[in-house]
Structures are given as structure tokens and as C-alpha cells.
């Protein structure tokens, strides 16, 4: 062993040259007989019987593939399943689609999608653990330096026998070749001396690293960080567009001025426009007030039948409140189309407990839960609170004082500390719980029931029904 | 080597009872091999002839480029889609260019798989010509799904904002899986196949950015025994997954027509006849690739006449099966009964794009005939004709297929002609520009023929022992 080493290199094995592959294949036999088992043979193409010849072992190759080709079977269902037949996870949710009824996951329209997963995996599975089984890429070896080597990728065939063999002893081995028919025998040496990079190379490769570096650390860093900029956007796409949203302020011009006077990105409807469908011509149905009413002030913006029908929406808004109560202006019955019975009032209960009975409690004493923890953190000096009316107080109650169409429009644009549910409620949802607020008026907190048998006749009677409730009254107060 | 004398073609093509007709002509032992295939690789210049085709290539090219730059900024209104036709020449050239895309899979995975040996002076470049052709076809999809920028969507890839994922029951996203996992098999399959011949490139570059750049491609190859032995389980096992693979491949593109309800798609035949054309008309391209390359380069003793005319009679084989799935169309249209069936074919072969389908028949059916007489299919320039021909028909049949059907659906009121535009056109003429670029830069830098292969198959000097 002592010949292997020198200084400066080291002695992998001896390279022996062959002319065909018959006489390599015959050489390797030879070897194996003679014990040898680190040795290779190097050919320009796979040459036939050389396997049992240097005693190769089959690869475990095609088990590794059938391995990963059966996960990917169960990977490539599963993904669909996933994406197009759960929604229960909750990072990255599936999508059930729905189409043509036909059943969410079904096995043969998954089929395809299976089988190239499969294919795709096995080929990575092939390719790559071929190499890596083979142990490359490897680029330094020491074989690449003998210039006969070369037509190894030609027209030669090589055998190698390995030092690190047991049986291998320098001379000894050489005669061995020899008397097998190499053409040639070369020492085949590891360079020592030279298995350090150059130093540039280390430098140059730290740069590039931490030139890699700083992108993901910017990307980092900008993620932790608030910014009053819009995301940047690689691709336009369609979840940013250029265009100022509601609810921010106005775009500032170049002078550091802003673009519109109130400071508003979001414009407002040109003084009289109407929205589709929002005409709202007829007065009593859209505002509770009577038809042949006209507000004594020309200021007043509460606009009725009588005028010209240009109301915006705003116009409506403000009215009622400004003007000094003029209680005749109100609507007392329920206006053109609206018919009351049963259904309407049902209907008018159902939207008063979704929409008035937090406040005003089910049965409109003023007690719902909201008022009474409102009241509860009123006492405590923790809110400032004025407490839901009673809807069967005197005030509210009494017909002359609060006509029909004053509720409704309580309801559609608030009342003092009240707020406004017009956007909320349909109008005729509205005059719906009109009809309700009426019916519960009359009966305290009896159920409704009773009380829509005697209605049954329609509005007329309800009304002289509402005068003579007194005893209902007298319950509540 | 000197010895070759690429002027000359020697007939091979004729078998001795109980011999096997060579391979590999002009007395090449394993180095002159290797000398025949380098020597275009190593001359100094390639030959002017090369600079005429790359320089067409190239403005062809750039054609392609300025087509599909003004598609992106203006939409694809810029093509001849519209209604009722949606789907017009960019999915007719996908088709076409994807069938073309299957004949090296088919050379060097069916073809290994039957042990037919003649495969291997041919398969290289059929596996590039595969590639890049499927490169062509990736193309006009990849762009016509409009917003080009977000193309990831086709992929199941998890999004932030959007909670949505492709339609895996959909033909459309089978095709999208189907045509990208033959791209990647067909680039491993291909590349794998290639490193032990850029070994040889590198064991003799000479240049300095040549030796780094070959012996990076060649990973450390040595041509150890031990590594063959892994390579060529591994080469089996991606033959036998690229054989499934190639097949359906073509079947989910006919799928895309086949799952859907229009008369003249919706039937079962379409995926054995796609198959078949795509096969057909593979060949047909590897064809006319190969006969002026190996006139170019002197490959004639590698690429021999056998060669050769062995794929023309694929060719004539695959060309009467398409035949056959027209007439049976025909026939199957009139035995379901179904009027509206009857009427797409009908109209198909006397509707207003007669012209279409009678230069499909011509082209597909009549012409592949004259390879039943030798001369024909033994005569390298008059093959590339009819070649060519082929070719033009399978351009066609994917024409009438696509534009007859959509032009006369359910709906008579929607019935329209079908007219492309100027950009159409040039795309598809571009789309040959980029492939014939891709195919002279393979054939300057890569090793056209499989080295390796070939002299596996080559008689050993000294018999068997």
C-alpha cells in the first residue's frame, strides 16, 4: 500500500485500455474470478453482459418509482377532492362547483388529471433518483484528467481496478491486466494539491449569496411595515384599479390643494337628480304626507303631489323635522294600495321584531334588551342614553297628535335621538309595521291574535277600534 | 471523416431472408460514428445553407413576436374568433402543432419499447422536433386565455384573495395537465437521453466556454458500467411511462371537443382517430426535417434509406387509419339517427367549407397512397412532398373539425362563416419560424443522432463469442 501515496497525489486505480467490447466484457469476467470487487468498466455505450461480468447488482430503481408513482395516485385525487369537493379547511379553502348537478367528485372525470399526476411524479421519480442513485452530478473526478480517457465517451473501453480493493497490489494487478488483453495500463491519480477552489471563487459566491439575500429581506421587511401607498402591483390586475374610493379623502392637486372643496373623494348627486326607480312621486306612499299639503314656507323643501316631483333624496331627508310640527300635514289612514289584513299586519310583526324590538321590546313598552342595558349602563355613569319610548305613551298614541303618516315617518327618517331606518326597510314593509305599531297600540301587550280577528273589517274600524282602547291604555301607563 | 461520402445514398432498404439489414451504412466503426455526428458540431462554421434557413427563421420569428406583442395589447379580438366560432385558428394550430409533437415520444418510447432498433439514428431529433413543436402549441392556448399575466390561474396554486381553484372535471384543465406533463417527460426523457453524447461533446470541446458548457450538461458522465446499468432501467422505466403518456395526450385534446355536445365532436371515435392523425402527421414532420438535414450534414450512412422508408410506411399505415375514421364518421353519423348529426357531416363535406375538407381527403387519404410504389417512399426528395402534403392536411382536418361544427351548432340563427384575419395568418406562418429557429440552433449545438444508441446497435468487429 505504501506506493499509493506520494505527496502531491494519491493512486485511485489502474485504467486499462480495451479495443471492443467483447474483450472488456471478458476482461471483467476475469477480474471477478480473480476476486476483485471495486473495479468499473467505462464504455462509450452500455455494452452488453457487462453487469454479471463485474458482478452489478439490479438497482432498486423501478421500486422507487413504483413507490412514488402509487403516492402520486393517491396525491393526485386527493388534490381534487381537496379543491373541488371540501370547503372545510380553513387556510386555503376548496371550491365545490356546482355544475349541471352533476355529483361534486366524481372518479372518472378525475381520472385524467390522476394519471398525468402519476406520470409527471414517476418521470421526476425515474430521472432524478437515477442520478442521484448514480451519484452525480459529479464534476471532479479524477478519470476526466487522462487524455486517453476521453474516448471513453468514443471508441474505447476502460477497465478500472480500484486500490481500495483488498486484492489489489500494484504490480501484481498490472500483470493481471496485462495478461487479459489491455491494450494499455495507466495509473490513475487524485491531484492532492489541488482540491482546494480558488479563493475568488468563495468571494465571489458570498457576494452572490448576499446579493440573493436582500430582496426576500426587503420583501420582509416592507410586510411588517404600514405604508400609505397602494400595494404594488407587478401585473395590473383587477383587484386594484385607479380610482379614488368612498369614504377617503379628496386626491390632493399639485398646489396642496385639495382637488374637491370638501375634502371628500366621493361626489355627491347633482342637486335634484334622481336615482332609477327612486322617483317616489306619490307623497302619501313615500312620505306619510297628504297629497293636497303644502308647506307654508317656500324654503321648506318638503315637496308633495302638488309640486313638481324633482325631491331628491336629501330634499326628503331634512324636512319634516325642520318644519314646526304641523300635525294636519301628516297622513291619518293608509294610503292608496296599501290593503291591511291579516298578512299585512303578520308582516309588520315579523319586521317590528327584527327591526324595532331591540329598542322598543316585543311588545313596544320601550324595554328591549338594548334599552334595558343601555339603562343598565346609564345608571352607572358608562353611556348616555335616552330611553326607547314607549310606544303605547300617551303622545305616540294619540291619533291627532301622531297620525299614521307620522310613524311612518318616525320609522323612515328618525325622530329626535332615533335614528332613520328608511334605507333599511322597503316602504311598504314600512307602513307594514305601521299597521303592526297600530295593532299593538290597541291591545297593550295582548297577543296579536285577538286583536286582528276585530280588525278583520280593514282600516276604518281599526281606527275607531284605536279610539275606544282606553282600557289598553290605562294597562300600559 | 473522409471516408464519408455523404453524396452517396446506399440502398439498404432491400432485407436478405434470415439477415438483418445494417443500420449503419459506409463501413462506420464507432469512432466514425462519433466523427459523423460531430463533424457539424465541430466545423468551424455551419454551412451557408444554415444561415439562409436560420435567417428566414429568425424574421419569421420576429413576425411571431410583433403578432403576439399587438394580440396582448389590443385582445384577442385581433384574431378571426367570433361568434359563433370562438375557438378558430389558434386552437387549430394547437392541435396541429401538438399532433406533430407526437411522433418523437413515439419514436423513442414505443418504438424502444418493440425493440425496433432502426429507431435510434432518428429518435433525437424526432424527441427535439417533439419539444419544440410542442413549444409551438403551447403557444396559441397560452394566449389565447386573454389575460396572459395570470396564466398561473390554470394551475391549482393556492391564492391569497381569490378562493378558487380550477375545474378539475373539465376537459380544458385535463388538457392543461396533459400537455404540460408530456412537455416536462418529453424534456427529461430527451435531455436524459442526450447526456452521454454531450459527454462526448465534452470530452472533445475545445474551447474554454465549450468544455464548461457541455461538461455542466453532461453532469460528470464517465460511461461507467454501473451507471449504464441504472441509465438504461431508468430509460425503460420513462419509456414505459412516456408510451401511456403520448397517448393520452392526444385523447384529452380530443377530449376537449369529444366531452362537449356539438354535432360532428361529441363522439367516442375521436381519441383513437386524434391519435392516429397525431402519429401521421408526426411522422410526416420528421420526414421533412430529416431528409435535408442529413443531405446538409452528410448523415446519409446514419439516417439511411431504410430509415426512412420505414416511417413512410408508418406514414401510409397511420394515413389509411384517419381514412378509415372519416368514412366511419360518415357511417356512424347515419346510423345514430340523429339529424343533427347527419347534417354536421353533410355539411361538412358539401357545406360551405367543402374546399377544406376535400384538401383534408386529398392531402390525408389519396396522396399517402403513391408510398405503396418503392420509388415514392424510397426517394428522399419526393417524399418530402408528399410529406408536406400530409402535413397540410392535418392542418385541415383540425380546420374542418373545428370551424365546421362551431359555424353550424344548434342554433341556425347564430350559423355564420368563419374568415380569419391578417393576424391569424401570420401566427401560424410565425409558429413555423419559432420551430424551425429552435430546430437549427438543436442541430448546431446538441448531438443530432444518439451516439450512444446507435453504436449499441452496431455489430461487434469481432462476432459473439
Keep these: 500500500m505504501a506506493d499509493k501515496h506520494d505527496n502531491d497525489s494519491k493512486l485511485v486505480g489502474l485504467l486499462a485500455q480495451f479495443d471492443d467490447p467483447d474483450s472488456l466484457v471478458s476482461a471483467c469476467n476475469e477480474a471477478r474470478l480473480a476476486g476483485y470487487k471495486s473495479m468499473d468498466a467505462y464504455s462509450p455505450f452500455p455494452v452488453h453482459g457487462i453487469d454479471p461480468a463485474i458482478g452489478i447488482q439490479r438497482s432498486l430503481l423501478p421500486f422507487l418509482v413504483f413507490v412514488v408513482g402509487f403516492g402520486a395516485c393517491f396525491v393526485g385525487l386527493g388534490m381534487q377532492y381537496y379543491t373541488n369537493a371540501a370547503e372545510w379547511s380553513p387556510i386555503f379553502p376548496g371550491y365545490a362547483f356546482k355544475i349541471s348537478g352533476k355529483p361534486i367528485f366524481s372518479l372518472p372525470a378525475n381520472i385524467p388529471v390522476t394519471f398525468e399526476v402519476i406520470v409527471l411524479s414517476s418521470a421526476f421519480a ?171 314656507s317656500a324654503a321648506s323643501s318638503i315637496k308633495t303631489n302638488a309640486q313638481f316631483v324633482s325631491a331628491s333624496l336629501e330634499d326628503k331627508k331634512e324636512a319634516p323635522a325642520a318644519e314646526a310640527e304641523d300635525v294636519s300635514m301628516w297622513l291619518t289612514k293608509f294610503p292608496e294600495g296599501i290593503t291591511v289584513d291579516q298578512d299585512f299586519v303578520e308582516r309588520g310583526q315579523q319586521r317590528f321584531n327584527i327591526y324595532c324590538s331591540a329598542c322598543h321590546g316585543y311588545d313596544a313598552n320601550g324595554n328591549g334588551l338594548v334599552n334595558q342595558k343601555a339603562m343598565a349602563l346609564g345608571a352607572n355613569g358608562q353611556a348616555q342614553w335616552t330611553a326607547a319610548k314607549s310606544l303605547h305613551d300617551a303622545t305616540v298614541k294619540d291619533d291627532s297628535k301622531n297620525p299614521l303618516g307620522r310613524i311612518f315617518d318616525t320609522i323612515t327618517n328618525g325622530r329626535n335621538t332615533m335614528g332613520p331606518y328608511g334605507s333599511q326597510i322597503p316602504v311598504e314593509d314600512r307602513w307594514a309595521i305601521v299597521a303592526y305599531v297600530k295593532a299593538l297600540q290597541q291591545t297593550g301587550i295582548k297577543p296579536l291574535t285577538a286583536v286582528v280577528d276585530e280588525d278583520a273589517g280593514g282600516e276604518d274600524d281599526k281606527k275607531s277600534d284605536a279610539d275606544g282602547g282606553s282600557d289598553a291604555e290605562d294597562k300600559t301607563s | 471523416m473522409a471516408s464519408v461520402n455523404p453524396a452517396i445514398d446506399i440502398d439498404n432498404t432491400n432485407e436478405e431472408p434470415g439477415t438483418r439489414a445494417p443500420l449503419v451504412l459506409g463501413g462506420l466503426d464507432y469512432a466514425g460514428v462519433t466523427e459523423t455526428v460531430c463533424a457539424p458540431w465541430e466545423a468551424e462554421n455551419p454551412p451557408k445553407i444554415w444561415w439562409l434557413i436560420l435567417a428566414a427563421a429568425v424574421s419569421l420569428l420576429l413576425v411571431l413576436g410583433g403578432c403576439v406583442n399587438h394580440l396582448l395589447m389590443k385582445g384577442v379580438g385581433v384574431w378571426g374568433n367570433n361568434n359563433p366560432a370562438y375557438w378558430g385558428w389558434p386552437i387549430v394550430n394547437f392541435v396541429f402543432w401538438v399532433g406533430i409533437g407526437h411522433a418523437g415520444t413515439l419514436i423513442s418510447a414505443i418504438l424502444f419499447l418493440f425493440r425496433q432498433n432502426w429507431r435510434t439514428s432518428i429518435n433525437r431529433a424526432a424527441e427535439a422536433m417533439t419539444i419544440f413543436a410542442v413549444v409551438c402549441a403551447g403557444l396559441f392556448p397560452g394566449v389565447h386565455i386573454g389575460r396572459v399575466w395570470v396564466f398561473y390561474w390554470l394551475f391549482p396554486i393556492p391564492t391569497e384573495h381569490l378562493a378558487m381553484w380550477p375545474n378539475f372535471r373539465s376537459p380544458l384543465l385535463w388538457d392543461v ?289
Excluded at chain 1, 133 to 138: A, D, E, F, G, V
Excluded at chain 2, 363 to 370: E, K, R, S, T
Design chain 1, 126 to 296: 425515474t430521472f432524478l433518483g437515477m442520478w442521484g442513485l448514480n451519484k452525480l452530478p459529479m464534476f471532479s473526478n479524477p478519470l476526466h484528467r487522462i487524455s486517453r480517457f476521453k474516448r471513453a465517451t468514443n471508441d474505447k473501453f476502460f477497465l478500472m481496478i480500484e486500490t481500495k480493493d483488498e486484492k489489489f497490489n500494484r504490480s501484481e494487478t498490472e500483470s493481471q491486466l496485462n495478461q487479459w488483453g489491455a491494450v494499455a495500463i495507466e495509473e490513475c491519480r487524485q491531484d492532492l494539491t489541488d482540491n482546494q477552489l480558488p479563493s475568488w471563487v468563495r468571494l465571489v459566491g458570498l457576494l452572490g449569496v448576499f446579493l440573493l439575500m436582500l430582496p426576500p429581506v426587503m420583501i420582509f421587511r416592507n410586510m411588517g411595515m404600514t405604508n400609505r401607498q397602494p400595494r404594488l402591483h407587478v401585473v395590473p390586475d383587477m383587484d386594484w384599479q385607479h380610482k379614488e374610493k368612498t369614504q377617503v379623502l379628496s386626491p390632493v392637486m399639485e398646489n396642496g390643494e385639495y382637488l374637491f372643496a370638501d375634502e371628500r373623494a366621493m361626489r355627491q348627486p347633482v342637486d335634484g337628480a334622481i336615482p332609477r326607480g327612486r322617483l317616489e312621486i306619490d307623497s302619501e306612499m313615500y312620505r306619510g304626507l297628504k297629497k293636497d299639503y303644502r308647506p307654508k
Design chain 2, 177 to 465: 395537465f396533459a400537455v404540460s406533463t408530456y412537455a416536462t417527460v418529453s424534456i427529461l426523457f430527451w435531455y436524459m437521453g442526450m447526456v452521454p453524447d454531450i459527454a462526448t461533446f465534452r470530452d472533445r470541446c475545445k474551447t474554454k466556454i465549450g468544455k464548461l458548457v457541455y461538461g455542466v450538461l453532461s453532469l460528470g458522465w464517465t460511461g461507467s458500467a454501473r451507471n449504464w446499468h441504472r441509465y438504461e432501467i431508468a430509460y425503460t422505466i420513462l419509456a414505459a411511462l412516456a408510451t401511456p403518456l403520448v397517448l393520452s395526450v392526444h385523447t384529452i385534446v380530443s377530449f376537449d371537443f369529444a366531452v362537449s355536445q356539438l354535432p360532428g365532436w361529441h363522439t367516442t371515435i375521436f381519441p383513437p382517430y386524434f391519435v392516429a392523425g397525431a402519429i401521421f402527421s408526426g411522422f410526416a414532420a420528421v420526414v421533412t426535417l430529416l431528409v435535408p438535414a442529413r443531405a446538409i450534414y452528410g448523415l446519409q450512412n446514419l439516417i439511411t434509406l431504410r430509415h426512412l422508408e420505414n416511417m413512410n410506411k408508418i406514414i401510409m399505415a397511420t394515413g389509411m387509419m384517419v381514412g378509415t375514421a372519416y368514412g366511419i364518421e360518415f357511417f356512424i353519423a347515419w346510423y345514430s339517427g340523429v339529424p343533427n348529426e347527419q347534417f354536421a357531416f353533410i355539411n361538412r363535406a358539401f357545406g360551405n367549407f367543402w374546399w377544406a375538407y376535400w384538401i383534408m381527403v386529398t392531402c390525408n387519404v389519396v396522396i399517402p397512397q403513391l408510398f405503396w410504389f418503392k420509388w415514392c417512399r424510397t426517394t428522399p426528395w419526393f417524399m418530402v412532398i408528399v410529406c408536406i402534403f400530409v402535413n397540410i392536411g392535418m392542418w385541415f382536418e383540425r380546420f374542418v373539425i373545428t370551424i365546421t361544427s362551431l359555424c353550424r351548432d344548434f342554433l341556425p340563427s347564430s350559423w355564420a362563416y368563419f374568415h380569419p384575419t391578417g393576424v391569424d395568418i401570420m401566427m401560424l406562418i410565425g409558429s413555423f419560424g419559432l420551430f424551425t429557429t429552435l430546430f437549427l440552433l438543436f442541430c448546431r449545438f446538441l448531438p443530432v443522432i444518439a451516439m450512444a444508441e446507435v453504436k449499441g446497435i452496431m455489430p461487434h468487429g469481432d462476432g459473439h463469442h
